[in-house]
């Protein structure tokens, strides 16, 4: 089945670093990709939806400017985290819709810790 | 809005059959979807239902779905431990299965040997 990757699968960086997180979509194209955030014990929340060619649209009470989002094709989608603060560290995980397909596919998730 | 309940917690017997059971609010959800996740894991797609069905069977797992009352549920028979793990309900109010999804908080199955 289709498979959507994510790396790197887990990143330790320093408070006001930047870290960039790539989603792929490895067999099919995804011309829009979901960015969720999971805080521990807690259900995802939607960040925001990226989209090939065009840019993301954010969900209330996501900073577009701390995380910058990027469909550069239609297999890749990348979510930058701009100057990490502590209470960024969370589970971010994607997910991309196949068009020939009834369903989504979620990637494996990426564990952010800022210290 | 959109929302989405689950009870947070069940434990059931190894052997016995678990419930679990979702609500949601938006009608014009086509799709709905469980997930299961394990500790430090992504999300693994269990099953899915389309709204115009009642019931779907897949093995172990069945899903009912009670459009009137907005009420979903999950059946696992004969629960092993390797079940135990979250299990989140989501639909998708939004554009079919291309939309994104909105989730529940999530129900942290347990099973006991």
């Known amino acids: 089945g289709a498979v959507v990757s994510q790396h790197p699968s887990w990143v330790i960086c320093k408070s006001g670093t930047s870290v960039k997180i790539e989603c792929r979509s490895l067999?099919?194209?995804?011309?829009?990709m979901f960015w969720y955030r999971q805080f521990p014990k807690q259900s995802l929340m939607l960040m925001a939806t990226s989209n090939e060619g065009s840019k993301a649209t954010y969900e209330q009470g996501v900073e577009k400017d701390k995380f910058l989002i990027n469909h550069a094709s239609l297999t890749l989608s990348t979510l930058t985290v701009t100057s990490a603060h502590p209470e960024d560290s969370s589970f971010y995980i994607c997910s991309a819709p196949d068009r020939l397909a009834y369903e989504q596919y979620f990637g494996p998730g990426t564990r952010l810790t800022v210290t | 809005g959109e929302d989405v309940e689950q009870s947070l917690f069940l434990s059931v017997r190894e052997g016995d059959s678990s419930v679990i059971n979702c609500t949601y609010t938006?009608?014009?959800?086509?799709?709905l979807y469980w997930y299961k996740q394990e500790p430090g894991a992504g999300l693994q797609l269990l099953t899915y239902?389309?709204?115009?069905?009642d019931m779907k069977q897949d093995q172990r797992l069945t899903v009912l779905l009670n459009k009137k009352d907005k009420h979903l549920s999950l059946r696992i028979a004969d629960t092993q431990t390797g079940d135990s793990a979250i299990y989140f309900c989501a639909e998708t109010p939004y554009g079919g299965s291309q939309g994104n999804l909105i989730f529940g908080k999530g129900t942290k199955l347990s099973v006991k040997p």
């Open positions: 067999d099919f194209q995804a011309t829009t």
């Open positions: 938006d009608s014009s959800s086509t799709y």
């Open positions: 239902i389309f709204s115009n069905m």
